[in-house]
């Protein structure tokens, strides 16, 4: 059975720092892409960022140069460091497990980002 589960969430004020994380098992996580995605309110899901198996990296251009996403192979867990948070950040969180294009997706229950003025 995959579960992907997210954790870290909370309320911060802007300009300040979370850092989220994704714990993972039933999947052979070195070989996934990892992807975090948002949602805020009546908005679509979105990709905020996505790390290959082999380490690259990509991001949304609104997070660029604030967010960091990583991955410790050795614990089957992704991260999504978090900084200079802006109230636009606020979200639910989702963590997105996909071993290719063609293959299913598996995503957690999510974790809500709550970014103050």
């Known amino acids: 059975q995959v579960q992907l589960v997210e954790s870290g969430g909370g309320l911060v004020q802007a300009g300040g720092s979370l850092r989220l994380s994704c714990a993972t098992s039933?999947?052979?996580?070195?070989?996934?892409?990892m992807g975090w995605y948002r949602q805020a309110p009546g908005k679509q899901r979105e990709l905020v960022a996505r790390?290959?198996?082999?380490?690259?990296?990509n991001y949304a251009d609104s997070v660029k140069g604030r967010f960091s996403i990583s991955r410790d192979n050795a614990k089957n867990t992704v991260y999504l460091q978090m900084n200079s948070l802006k109230p636009e950040d606020t979200a639910v969180y989702y963590c997105?497990?996909?071993?290719?294009?063609?293959?299913?997706?598996?995503w957690g229950q999510g974790t809500q980002v709550t970014v103050s003025s």
């Open positions: 997105n497990a996909r071993y290719s294009d063609v293959s299913p997706a598996y």
């Open positions: 790390i290959t198996s082999g380490g690259n990296t």
């Open positions: 039933g999947i052979i996580f070195s070989l996934n892409v």
